[in-house]
């Protein structure tokens, strides 16, 4: 049995609000089909389908890695041709974000994943907010959205009738100022 999976920024309730409200007008600009509330989230790392026996070594590559939090702003809304996709975006972002994601597939190597890390710097972060959209001419987000980063987490995407549905199976913690971690393994539930 295989399982789609990804490593994201999981925004906590307060936060996903915030985007999905600075968003909605962007949204409705562009014609496209809204990312539901509940999917909203930035992938780190698409590991697209994987045989579900390897789950455990998968959260046991991501639990070893000690990074510190960092935070960053959601400040530009922008427009994906290819994909048709709308997204918001930070205009820059600290050398944390893409070290994450590059400490993330150097951790999953050893189990040879069919998932792309891509090419060294052709990480860009955004939160897609719809799909199948049409650019309108110009695009402001009007409020930023700071986001501070605390940890990380494994997610599993199933497709029902309704659509994709994103389940949060792990949580990892990253290193924090005042702490080492918070707890031995990093590794808490979603």
Not at 45 to 64: H, K, Q, T
Not at 103 to 108: G, I, N, V
Not at 121 to 134: C, D, E, L
Request: hydrophobic share 45%; glycine share 6%.
């Amino acid at each position: 049995m295989s399982v789609r999976l990804f490593f994201a920024l999981w925004p906590n309730d307060a936060l996903r609000e915030q985007i999905w409200r600075v968003s909605r007008r962007g949204v409705t600009a562009c014609e496209g089909r809204p990312v539901i509330r509940e999917n909203l989230h930035m992938t780190l790392a698409f590991l697209g389908s994987v045989n579900a026996e390897l789950l455990p070594r998968i959260r046991a590559a991501a639990a070893d890695i000690q990074m510190p939090g960092f935070e960053f702003r959601l400040d530009e809304m922008g427009y994906w041709v290819r994909p048709r996709a709308l997204v918001i975006q930070p205009a820059s972002f600290p050398a944390a974000l893409p070290a994450l994601v590059q400490a993330l597939w150097q951790a999953l190597g050893p189990l040879q994943l069919t998932g792309k890390p891509g090419a060294a710097g052709a990480y860009r972060p955004h939160v897609t907010i719809a799909r199948k959209a049409v650019c309108p001419a110009e695009l402001v987000l009007e409020t930023p959205v700071h986001w501070v980063v605390r940890d990380f987490c494994l997610v599993s995407s199933v497709t029902d009738p309704a659509g994709a549905r994103y389940e949060p199976l792990a949580r990892y913690h990253l290193l924090q100022a005042d702490t080492q971690a918070n707890d031995s393994r990093g590794i808490g539930a979603c």
